[in-house]
């Protein structure tokens, strides 16, 4: 496959933005560059995706029919707040770059992104405190078969989609 389909399809796949540059990396520079611009189109619909989400099962999923309709409250307090966290860290981030040199710029990215790391382990370390053995026990192999099926899915979904849309595109 070509560099650019390749980049396509690990851009797609991939869940964090530091793993598909890797992954990236590793095919080349076209693949690399496609990839980031995939994963980062990615990252930006992220929150146009959580809207529709919300609202559609707002509306469609979790509405009951004798239930008045849903208004803006109802939508609120379905809506992944992190993403707003997204969104603000992105927009001071942008204006604090913009204000300072190369430099302290990059110092000040060295913090966020340690402290970044920190907050994820707690998240992970609270997930971890959560987790219970019989509760896996309970749900049985066939959560793991949907998940298992899900991502095959996901993968030759991803690659028909990058073959479709990249073949014959080219990184200039």
Same mark, same amino acid.
Request: no cysteine; glycine share 10%; proline share 3%.
């Given at each position: 496959?070509?560099?650019? +389909?390749?980049?396509?399809?690990?851009?797609?796949?991939? @869940? #964090?933005?530091?793993?598909? #540059?890797?992954?990236?990396?590793? +095919?080349?520079?076209?693949?690399?560059?496609?990839? &980031?611009?995939v /994963?980062?189109?990615?990252?930006?619909?992220? %929150?146009?995706?959580?809207?529709?989400?919300t609202?559609? =099962?707002?509306?469609?999923?979790e509405?009951?029919?004798?239930a008045?309709r849903?208004?803006?409250?109802d939508?609120?307090?379905?809506?992944?707040?992190?993403? $707003?966290? =997204?969104v603000?860290?992105s927009?001071?981030? #942008?204006?604090? $770059?913009?204000?300072?040199?190369?430099?302290a %710029?990059?110092?000040?990215?060295?913090?966020?992104? @340690?402290?970044?790391?920190?907050? $994820?382990?707690?998240a992970?370390?609270?997930?971890?405190?959560?987790?219970?053995?019989?509760?896996? /026990?309970e749900?049985?192999?066939?959560?793991?078969?949907?998940?298992?099926?899900? &991502?095959? +899915?996901?993968?030759v979904?991803?690659?028909?989609?990058?073959?479709?849309?990249?073949?014959?595109?080219?990184?200039t």
């Amino acid at each position: 496959m070509s560099p650019e +389909v390749a980049g396509a399809w690990i851009g797609g796949n991939i @869940d #964090t933005t530091a793993a598909v #540059t890797a992954a990236g990396t590793i +095919v080349g520079e076209q693949a690399l560059q496609v990839a &980031t611009i995939v /994963k980062v189109t990615q990252n930006a619909l992220m %929150g146009v995706v959580a809207v529709a989400l919300t609202a559609y =099962f707002a509306f469609k999923v979790e509405r009951r029919p004798e239930a008045r309709r849903p208004g803006l409250g109802d939508l609120w307090a379905r809506f992944p707040k992190f993403v $707003l966290g =997204f969104v603000a860290a992105s927009v001071i981030a #942008t204006w604090w $770059l913009s204000t300072v040199t190369a430099d302290a %710029g990059k110092a000040t990215i060295g913090v966020a992104n @340690d402290l970044r790391v920190w907050f $994820l382990i707690l998240a992970f370390v609270s997930i971890g405190l959560e987790f219970r053995v019989a509760s896996l /026990k309970e749900a049985g192999w066939r959560p793991v078969g949907v998940f298992a099926a899900a &991502t095959v +899915v996901n993968v030759v979904l991803a690659l028909g989609l990058a073959a479709l849309l990249f073949s014959g595109f080219s990184v200039t």
